[in-house]
């Protein structure tokens, strides 16, 4: 079973290599520190300090894969080494299986934060926080926001007569969208 999910993996990863992309990494979890045709050393946080029946287990699995002659793990530095047969089996396909063998699958489609995005949603939150706390409770930051963008749509729109695209409608629908989502 580990080897057709593997060989699964390995295709979505095939076609991400065809597009000008490497061995996949899951940052801090699994990296392909080095490779050279027939070997593939990882470093997976995974197996560090792990008991040793567990460390056999996975590298059981791993040897019972057709074309992978060898593996090596050091479970104090979190380092398997795979030695392979380059003409029966892709490094890919080898870091598919590992993937799968270890557990990563949903780690290696999952869309981490990045330390921006991070950072501008907290200042999001502390600005929410200080509308919400300033207002009494009556608003947040999205609510007067969408206040903010009806009564821009609804000046250029009655005011200034400015019924063109994308002006006042737009700033309206933006308007509406957002009050929209945030009952979901």
Known sequence: MHM?????????????????QTLPIIRGQFEASHSLPGRIRFRVALIENKEKTQIETIRYELSKIPGIQAVEMCSY??????RYDDERIEPYVVCGI??????????????????????????????????????????????????????LGLYKIILQKDRSLPAGFNLLWWAYVMAKGRKQ
């Open 4 to 20: 057709v999910a593997g060989f699964i993996l390995a295709s979505i990863l095939k076609r991400r290599r065809k597009a000008g």
């Open 77 to 82: 530095s979190g380092s398997i080494l795979v």
């Open 98 to 151: 590992l993937i799968k063998v270890l557990g990563l699958e949903d780690a290696l489609e999952s869309h981490p934060e990045s330390i921006v995005q991070r950072e501008i949603r907290l200042i999001g939150n502390a600005i929410d926080q200080t509308v919400f706390n300033s207002t009494a409770g009556t608003l947040d930051l999205t609510s007067a926001f969408v206040i903010l963008i009806i009564s």
